[in-house]
Structure formats: structure tokens, C-alpha cells
């Protein structure tokens, strides 16, 4: 697996989210002009590791393997994520690509949060796996629990469902609330202090 390009085009989407968002227009500007060269480069990374899937879908993978491939898988999460936001946002539709339908990633807390090969394989076996399909990504959360999840699947789930449904999951738990930026209380959109 070829991932020359992969830390390139993660800080390339980082700036593109900044820029992407930003109130400064030439920002915005420059960052749509940039789109499409990413969007190649996307298309280059996703061509480069096709083997990406094939190495999650095996048991036998090792730790090092894994974080690789995940990585690669997530980075394309975000490329379509963020190009399908901002088009929202700024246009007012949405046109689901099918490149993102075929893509999953590990959506396990405990699974990322492992530092070492043993704690991964601990957690693979502590806990039902998480695998977050995004062509059924509704259907891949069933059954977890909001604390169970991890960065990115609270990130799709708020981009796909809004704010009130992590706010109604969390309930009253201030623990969970205070983790993904919101207050308990009838202004579940003030942030805390």
C-alpha cells in the first residue's frame, strides 16, 4: 500500500476546512479553486490503496497494517465529508457521492485509543466491533452507545442527523455533554465557558 500521498493530503484538508469556512472571502475563493486539484489527489490516494479494504476485512492484519489502513479510509471519509458539507452550506443540496458509499472505517473509541498492539488487541476484545459502513451508516450505530463512538462517527452522525439527536442520545449525562461541546439544560447550543 503506496502512502506517499496520505499526510500530503491530510494537511491539505485541514487547511481546506479552515479556508473552506472562513469569512474571509479570497480564503474561501482560493480554497474552492484548490478543490478540484484535491479532489484528484483523493482519486490518486484512493486508486493507490485499493488494497486498503482488503486488508480491514481480514482478522489476521496486523496493528501497524490496520492504523494504515484505517487512516486512508478516513482520509477519504473526509475528503467527501467536507466537499459535501460546504456544497450544502453554500448551495443548499446535496448529491451523495458513491464514492463514500462504498467506504467504512472502525468507529470504536476504545480501538483508537489504543497506544500499543496489545491495547488494540484488548480492546478488539473487550467490545463488539464497530465497523461504520457509510452506506448504512444509520444502521451501523444501532445498538452503540454514544460513548462507544469515536470522533469521526459523532462528526457524520451531527453532519447527518443535527445537533439534537447527540443531544437526546447524551440525555442528561454532563460527562457526555461536556465531551462533544454542549450544555445540559434548555440551550443545548450554548457552549461552555
Known amino acids: 500500500m503506496n502512502l506517499d500521498l496520505l499526510p500530503s493530503i491530510q494537511a491539505i484538508l485541514i487547511y481546506q476546512s479552515m479556508r473552506l469556512f472562513s469569512d474571509d472571502s479570497s480564503q474561501k475563493i482560493q480554497a474552492e479553486q484548490n478543490a478540484k486539484s484535491l479532489a484528484r489527489w483523493v482519486d490518486i490516494l484512493r486508486a493507490q490503496t485499493a488494497d486498503a479494504s482488503s486488508i480491514l476485512s481480514k482478522s489476521g492484519h496486523g496493528w501497524k497494517d490496520w492504523v494504515r489502513a484505517e487512516s486512508v479510509q478516513r482520509t477519504m471519509v473526509f475528503a467527501d465529508l467536507l466537499d459535501s458539507i460546504y456544497t450544502f452550506l453554500e448551495f443548499g443540496w446535496y448529491q451523495p457521492s458513491s464514492k463514500i458509499a ?6 470504536q473509541e476504545a480501538i ?12 478488539r476484545k473487550q467490545k463488539a466491533w464497530l465497523r461504520m459502513e457509510m452506506s448504512r451508516f444509520r444502521d451501523s450505530i444501532k445498538g452503540a452507545s454514544l460513548n462507544q463512538i469515536e470522533e469521526l462517527g459523532i462528526i457524520i452522525l ?7 439527536v447527540l443531544r437526546e442520545w447524551a440525555g442528561d449525562d454532563k460527562s457526555l455533554l461536556e465531551k462533544w461541546g454542549l450544555r445540559s439544560g434548555a440551550d443545548m447550543f450554548s457552549w461552555p465557558n
Open 102 to 107: 462504498k467506504l467504512s472505517f472502525a468507529g
Open 112 to 123: 483508537w485509543n489504543a497506544r500499543s498492539m496489545t491495547e488494540w488487541h484488548e480492546a
Open 158 to 164: 451531527v453532519s447527518y442527523e443535527g445537533v439534537e
